[in-house]
């Protein structure tokens, strides 16, 4: 579990130095990587393409792990993450990443799941829900 843990805290610095530290040392050769909001990776190779393109254009601020689970060869680890785009966009959230593990401690899979900080209760004035009205934004 402990080693596990630091191939997930090193994959994190990574996306806060925005600096290569041994993405083809922690990912499996045929690696599946599935972000929030949809877009997928398939093999380190695009892993480590889509980090290098994606540091060109944003900076990852905060990246906090609050928690792992362990079980068997599947690792929970729940996070906060904030980024800003050199375009000014920033985006912050709540969400968990389930990663699988080849017999070698690598990562053979990891899918994030994402939960909106901006979190309320519709039903605080009464019965009948008022939500915001706002985009959804799908994580």
């Excluded at 093999?43 to 480590?48: D, E, L, M, P, T």
């Amino acid at each position: 579990m402990e080693n596990k843990e630091r191939i997930i805290r090193l994959w994190f610095e990574m996306w806060l130095a925005k600096k290569d530290l041994g993405i083809f040392d922690i990912f499996s050769s045929d690696a599946i990587y599935i972000e929030s909001w949809g877009p997928e990776y398939h093999g380190v190779q695009k892993i480590a393409l889509w980090f290098e393109e994606w540091n060109t254009r944003g900076t990852v601020l905060q990246w906090d792990i609050k928690q792992f689970f362990h079980k068997d060869n599947q690792t929970i680890v729940e996070w906060y993450f904030k980024n800003q785009m050199d375009g000014g966009q920033a985006e912050a959230f709540d969400g968990i990443s389930l990663i699988e593990w080849t017999p070698d401690n690598k990562i053979a899979f990891l899918k994030e799941f994402g939960c909106n900080e901006n979190r309320y209760d519709p039903y605080k004035d009464g019965n009948t829900p008022h939500f915001k009205n706002e985009n959804i934004k799908w994580f």
